[in-house]
Nanobody, 123 residues
Protein backbone atom coordinates (compact mmCIF):
# COMPACT_ATOMS: atom_id res chain seq x y z
CA UNK A 1 0.00 0.00 0.00
CA UNK A 2 1.34 3.41 -0.98
CA UNK A 3 1.16 6.21 1.53
CA UNK A 4 2.31 9.81 1.11
CA UNK A 5 2.42 12.09 4.14
CA UNK A 6 3.09 15.82 3.74
CA UNK A 7 4.36 18.10 6.46
CA UNK A 8 5.99 21.50 6.85
CA UNK A 9 3.13 23.81 5.97
CA UNK A 10 2.25 26.85 8.04
CA UNK A 11 1.81 30.60 8.16
CA UNK A 12 4.59 32.81 6.82
CA UNK A 13 4.96 36.44 5.82
CA UNK A 14 5.48 37.44 2.22
CA UNK A 15 9.13 37.03 1.27
CA UNK A 16 9.61 34.21 3.75
CA UNK A 17 10.47 30.56 3.23
CA UNK A 18 9.07 27.14 4.03
CA UNK A 19 10.18 23.61 3.27
CA UNK A 20 7.52 21.00 2.64
CA UNK A 21 8.28 17.31 3.06
CA UNK A 22 6.56 14.27 1.60
CA UNK A 23 7.42 10.99 3.28
CA UNK A 24 6.65 8.00 1.07
CA UNK A 25 6.01 4.39 1.96
CA UNK A 26 5.16 1.56 -0.40
CA UNK A 27 7.12 3.20 -3.23
CA UNK A 28 10.77 4.21 -3.57
CA UNK A 29 10.84 7.86 -4.59
CA UNK A 30 13.92 7.35 -6.75
CA UNK A 31 12.12 4.69 -8.83
CA UNK A 32 9.00 6.66 -9.75
CA UNK A 33 7.98 10.15 -10.76
CA UNK A 34 6.82 12.45 -7.98
CA UNK A 35 4.91 15.71 -8.14
CA UNK A 36 3.68 18.65 -6.10
CA UNK A 37 0.32 20.29 -6.76
CA UNK A 38 -1.61 22.99 -4.95
CA UNK A 39 -5.20 24.11 -4.57
CA UNK A 40 -6.07 27.66 -3.58
CA UNK A 41 -9.45 28.52 -2.05
CA UNK A 42 -12.17 28.44 -4.67
CA UNK A 43 -9.85 27.17 -7.40
CA UNK A 44 -8.96 23.87 -8.97
CA UNK A 45 -5.81 21.94 -8.21
CA UNK A 46 -2.81 23.11 -10.23
CA UNK A 47 0.63 21.73 -11.05
CA UNK A 48 3.61 23.11 -9.12
CA UNK A 49 6.59 20.83 -9.77
CA UNK A 50 7.54 17.30 -10.78
CA UNK A 51 10.62 15.11 -10.59
CA UNK A 52 11.30 12.07 -12.74
CA UNK A 53 12.93 8.92 -11.46
CA UNK A 54 16.28 10.01 -12.90
CA UNK A 55 15.99 13.34 -11.12
CA UNK A 56 14.95 15.75 -13.84
CA UNK A 57 12.60 18.51 -12.65
CA UNK A 58 9.85 20.61 -14.22
CA UNK A 59 8.26 23.69 -12.66
CA UNK A 60 5.18 25.76 -13.26
CA UNK A 61 6.02 29.20 -14.63
CA UNK A 62 4.54 30.91 -11.58
CA UNK A 63 7.01 29.25 -9.20
CA UNK A 64 10.14 28.83 -11.31
CA UNK A 65 13.15 30.35 -9.60
CA UNK A 66 11.44 30.46 -6.19
CA UNK A 67 10.45 26.84 -5.49
CA UNK A 68 12.82 23.90 -5.73
CA UNK A 69 11.94 20.21 -5.65
CA UNK A 70 14.46 17.70 -4.35
CA UNK A 71 14.59 14.28 -2.73
CA UNK A 72 16.53 12.30 -0.16
CA UNK A 73 16.78 8.76 -1.48
CA UNK A 74 18.06 7.35 1.81
CA UNK A 75 15.08 8.73 3.72
CA UNK A 76 12.60 8.20 0.87
CA UNK A 77 11.40 11.79 1.23
CA UNK A 78 10.64 14.40 -1.39
CA UNK A 79 10.96 18.10 -0.54
CA UNK A 80 9.62 21.37 -1.87
CA UNK A 81 11.79 24.30 -0.81
CA UNK A 82 9.73 27.47 -1.08
CA UNK A 83 11.54 30.82 -1.08
CA UNK A 84 10.35 34.39 -1.62
CA UNK A 85 6.79 33.34 -0.92
CA UNK A 86 3.93 35.50 -2.15
CA UNK A 87 0.31 35.76 -0.95
CA UNK A 88 -0.76 34.08 -4.19
CA UNK A 89 1.16 30.97 -3.10
CA UNK A 90 -1.46 30.43 -0.37
CA UNK A 91 -2.98 27.00 -0.96
CA UNK A 92 -3.16 23.42 0.22
CA UNK A 93 -0.09 21.67 -1.19
CA UNK A 94 -0.33 18.01 -2.22
CA UNK A 95 2.36 15.45 -2.89
CA UNK A 96 1.65 12.86 -5.58
CA UNK A 97 3.33 9.78 -7.03
CA UNK A 98 3.04 7.91 -10.30
CA UNK A 99 3.56 4.25 -11.04
CA UNK A 100 5.78 5.35 -13.93
CA UNK A 101 9.23 6.96 -14.04
CA UNK A 102 8.47 10.04 -16.15
CA UNK A 103 7.04 13.13 -14.50
CA UNK A 104 4.08 15.00 -15.93
CA UNK A 105 2.17 18.21 -15.20
CA UNK A 106 -1.28 16.58 -15.34
CA UNK A 107 -2.87 15.62 -12.06
CA UNK A 108 -4.92 12.85 -13.68
CA UNK A 109 -1.71 10.97 -14.49
CA UNK A 110 -0.72 10.58 -10.83
CA UNK A 111 -1.79 7.44 -9.01
CA UNK A 112 -1.31 8.28 -5.34
CA UNK A 113 -1.92 11.42 -3.30
CA UNK A 114 -1.15 12.71 0.15
CA UNK A 115 -3.65 14.44 2.39
CA UNK A 116 -2.21 17.91 1.78
CA UNK A 117 -0.60 20.57 3.95
CA UNK A 118 -1.79 24.17 4.27
CA UNK A 119 0.52 27.02 3.32
CA UNK A 120 -0.66 30.54 4.12
CA UNK A 121 1.35 33.59 3.08
CA UNK A 122 0.36 36.90 4.65
CA UNK A 123 1.02 40.23 2.97
Amino acid sequence: QVQLVESGGGLVQAGGSLRLSCAASGRTVSNVAMGWFRQAPGKGREFVASMSAVGGTTYAAAVKGRLTMSRDNAKNIVYLQMNDLKPEDTAVYYCAARNLRVGTTREDTYDYWGQGTQVTVSS
